[in-house]
């Protein structure tokens, strides 16, 4: 295999990689390709830069392909990091995408669900979240064994790809529900096949070290790395009003941006002071390396942070004070060390805490239908069995379908997708009630418990699930087994007779069959 300088780097303890992130724009040949090739090639001759991260879409609007960005970076002699989204395609599309990755020498992908979109040609485009990362990332981890898939003549094995893929984790959530489903998330994504982590954008030294706790005392040996933000206070605003989801930039931070513009400068050695503290921090804490993005920064502002944080590294533990923007009453995983102003490796009491969101009737209600009819071992899902065989493919059938759908629709309003995820979410549909359809757990952009998409409006539907198993005493469901992506084969059939007749992802994983 190729050498990959960015592997290398980050699997080396000795070394602290930085990457940095370029973002194409929108366009062909505009002025933004042209900067951003500009920039990747005065990376490349600074030899300071590991990767050069490129994204995708940010914000929900067109850009310049990173995929293709990626590949013009390689031809200036340094390793791109692609992210790597989930969103705008449909699972074949991303296998091609892959496909092309791989023939291009692309192996660095950074895998997420994406923004969701907000603008495109005559109006917002169509959403389409057909896999999660979790998906993604077993789709790349299948590709780097040699994807297998059914032939003409048999079985037919492609030959190994060499991708090496991480995934995003955010520490900086408000609430229980909020931060423990993406710790859940996080361990699902590892055990797809992530092979390291960047955290989301924010600016609490405690929440910094919270993961890296939490990925230690999981029994996880992953790299783990630190998303630096140069902040000028326009995006700091933005961050602020969560115009930018998953970004949090507190009160208490926003002001003292707003003080920094009166300074001779316009705040700009303050902005690189702080992210040179923050790299020392994060080397100082354990971390593998960071990742520093910014709108319109300079290479030479990049070297300086490194250069600044190379010199503060041995400082780390008095710097901690200066990251100690924590959201007011939020939650944190571990509970609190006085004496360095981070965590004690004791986790926090949970149970005691109220539910992050309302649990009503229709869950005490799903709970007990489902007690009554899809436990094997309860005689009414015999019962429901042999229904589902003789009724299967009559004229009946018909009515069995329109039945279980129009219940299904007034209570859970169901899209009837035909391999229904309800089970896995405390009887709420994440096709029809998540907007980037997750099955595995909350994206990124929640926001105090609401919605990206819907904030002050939807609490995000992982947040509710949480909070319905949390009364049970079951919130640990939400971290057990990878839900596989819905089997559009089974779009506009009754789900009840796919379970009771094995089709289905949930009778498959128990072991049922017609």
């Not at 990755?101 to 389409?128: C, E, F, H, I, W």
């Not at 920064?297 to 400082?315: D, H, N, P």
């Not at 006085?338 to 229709?362: M, W």
Request: hydrophobic share 35%; charged share 25%; with cysteine.
């Amino acid at each position: 295999m190729q050498e990959n300088r960015f592997k290398d780097a980050l699997l080396n303890p000795a070394v602290f990689p930085v990457t940095w992130e370029l973002v194409p724009g929108r366009g062909a040949r505009e002025a933004a390709q042209e900067k951003a090739l500009s920039l990747a090639n005065q990376a490349a001759s600074g030899g300071k830069i590991s990767a050069l991260t490129v994204t995708d879409n940010p914000g929900g609007s067109p850009a310049m392909s990173a995929d293709f960005m990626g590949s013009e970076i390689i031809k200036l002699g340094i390793e791109p990091l692609v992210h790597f989204t989930c969103k705008d395609k449909n699972r074949s599309q991303i296998e091609s995408q892959l496909y092309a990755l791989d023939r291009t020498g692309v192996r660095n992908l950074l895998v997420m669900s994406g923004d969701y979109p907000v603008s495109g040609y005559q109006g917002r485009p169509a959403p389409v979240f057909d896999l999660d990362p979790i998906h993604a990332l077993q789709l790349i981890t299948d590709m780097n064994r040699g994807l297998t898939y059914p032939g003409v003549k048999g079985d037919v094995r492609h030959q190994p790809s060499d991708f090496f893929a991480g995934a995003v984790v955010s520490p900086f959530k408000a609430t229980e529900a909020e931060q423990m489903v993406q710790y859940y998330k996080l361990k699902k994504k590892i055990d797809a096949g992530a092979k390291f982590i960047v955290t989301q954008l924010g600016y609490d030294a405690r929440k910094f070290h919270e993961v890296l706790l939490f990925i230690k005392q999981s029994g996880f040996d992953i790299p783990l790395m630190g998303n630096i933000y140069i902040l000028p206070y326009g995006a700091a605003k933005m961050m602020n009003r969560n115009d930018l989801p998953g970004s949090v930039v507190t009160d208490k931070l926003l002001a003292q941006l707003d003080g920094e513009r009166s300074d001779s400068d316009k705040g700009e050695g303050a902005r690189i002071l702080r992210a040179a503290r923050m790299y020392a921090v994060l080397k100082g804490m354990g971390y593998s390396g960071v990742h520093i993005g910014g709108h319109n920064i300079k290479y030479e502002q990049v070297e300086e942070i490194i250069r600044q944080g190379e010199e503060f590294a041995s400082l780390w533990t008095d710097l901690v004070r200066h990251f100690d923007h924590s959201i007011a009453d939020g939650f944190y995983y571990f509970e609190f060390d006085q004496e360095n102003r981070l965590n004690r490796e004791k986790i926090t009491e949970r149970q005691s805490r109220p539910l992050d969101a309302h649990v009503g009737f229709s869950y005490w209600f799903s709970r007990l239908f489902h007690k009554l009819l899809f436990e094997p071992e309860k005689k009414l899902y015999g019962l429901m069995k042999e229904l589902s065989r003789r009724v299967e493919g009559k004229r009946l059938e018909r009515f069995f379908h329109k039945l279980e759908h129009l219940t299904k629709v007034l209570i859970f309003d169901c899209k009837d997708c035909g391999d229904c995820a309800l089970i896995d979410v405390a009887y709420l549909c994440p096709m029809s009630q998540c907007p980037k359809s997750q099955r595995n757990g909350a994206c990124g952009g929640s926001f105090e418990g609401w919605c990206e998409v819907h904030p002050g409006k939807k609490q995000c539907v992982y947040v509710r699930a949480y909070a319905r198993l949390k009364k049970h005493g079951e919130e640990i469901h939400l971290d057990k087994g990878i839900i596989p992506p819905c089997n559009w084969d089974l779009y506009q059939t009754s789900s009840w007779i796919n379970y009771y007749l094995g089709k289905d992802h949930t009778s498959k994983s128990q072991g049922s069959s017609s």
